[in-house]
């Protein structure tokens, strides 16, 4: 296959800036829905979450060199088995793919474009998404590296300009009725969320520089602080109550902007930068799942895999019929209980833990 790199700095903006505003545009309310007031310290958990999925996902890929999670199962599991878990990723891929881009046009619809055809919408970011992955994950880098400063300022300049309606009261009581089961309970609609960083297993095989793990922990590290600021700052606002009962609080934050009366319906161009997120996220989903169609079944042209996943997706991301099923059905009937603990946190860290001892049996004894 041919030959593509990454750098360590786009691997950071490029995972950090993929995450960070689908994290909090879409899981801020049910998190604080079951944690209440005390969502923020669900969201300091959850980045600890996150951090420790990254690590078992970038560390067990820097074994393998140059080589992605669909070959080094193959390695670790053996052939047939190792072929059905990168097989199981790659139908993730192709469903979140989906998912994502069913979500993406819900949320256009329902805020800036409420009479558009759901179809329009689907096609033309489809069709936007095809050239990065049609070009591959250095571009999808490259991207990501003059995009992400941009996207990280889209969610904080906001939170910013809003400070001074922010109250530390509505944080209080930090307990209250609510208990360390409630709390811990709180980072499950999110956890799914940062643990798709799981695509670091099909990235990491184009970095060739060093520290490469510091990297993309913190990229996961900045989605997850991007995280707990803005729940903090929905909540300091406009308190727990209004924050569960919206389904986009950071966007209601947004629209609430007023600075003398000059600056203000600012959620258009807030809206058009957190676009550039999602745009990066389905680039990159679309990318690790045509390439690694391709290792999977042996074929080195893996170009026609994105036209045929592509058009597929378009078709998947069709069968939800609402924002409910896509954003909140799909997340607790299918991400929580199935993806989070099995393809995001289980396989990754026995992954990790079997390479351990395979490296460790096969270290050479030291001669005396």
């Not at 089961?181 to 184009?206: H, K, R």
């Not at 058009?311 to 209980?337: D, G, H, Q, W």
């Amino acid at each position: 296959m041919e030959q593509m790199t990454l750098s360590n700095r786009q691997l950071f903006w490029m995972i950090g800036s993929m995450q960070i505003v689908m994290l909090v545009l879409l899981t801020s309310s049910a998190t604080v829905q079951v944690a209440k007031q005390s969502a923020w310290i669900s969201s300091i958990l959850v980045m600890g979450i996150g951090i420790s999925m990254a690590y078992f996902c970038a560390k067990v890929s820097t074994y393998y060199p140059g080589q992605t999670m669909i070959k080094y199962t193959r390695s670790l599991f053996g052939k047939w088995v190792g072929s059905a878990v990168s097989l199981l990723y790659l139908l993730y891929w192709i469903s979140v793919y989906s998912a994502i881009l069913r979500q993406f046009t819900a949320f256009i619809i329902g805020t800036i474009l409420p009479e558009t055809p759901i179809t329009s919408i689907l096609i033309i970011m489809s069709l936007a998404v095809l050239y990065p992955a049609l070009q591959g994950i250095t571009v999808i880098g490259r991207l990501s590296e003059v995009l992400g400063p941009i996207i990280l300022a889209g969610i904080l300049i906001p939170i910013m300009l809003a400070a001074n309606r922010l109250h530390f009261y509505r944080l209080e009581p930090v307990f209250g009725d609510i208990s360390w089961l409630d709390i811990s309970m709180g980072t499950l609609p999110s956890a799914p969320f940062l643990g798709d960083c799981i695509v670091l297993m099909m990235t990491i095989a184009f970095v060739k520089e060093q520290a490469i793990v510091r990297h993309a922990v913190f990229g996961v590290m900045m989605a997850g602080l991007g995280y707990v600021v803005s729940i903090l700052a929905v909540i300091m606002m406009f308190g727990y109550l209004v924050t569960e009962s919206s389904p986009y609080p950071l966007l209601v934050l947004v629209r609430s902007i007023s600075l003398g009366g000059i600056v203000e319906n600012l959620d258009a161009i807030i809206t058009a930068i957190w676009m550039m997120s999602i745009y990066i996220k389905l680039s990159l989903y679309l990318f690790a799942a045509s390439y690694g169609a391709a290792e999977w079944f042996g074929v080195k042209n893996w170009r026609p895999f994105v036209w045929g996943i592509s058009i597929l997706c378009i078709l998947l991301s069709m069968i939800p019929r609402n924002y409910i099923e896509v954003s909140v059905i799909f997340t607790s009937k299918v991400a929580v209980p199935y993806i989070f603990p099995i393809l995001m946190l289980g396989i990754p860290l026995l992954m990790l833990i079997m390479t351990w001892i395979k490296n460790k049996r096969t270290k050479p004894l030291p001669t005396a």
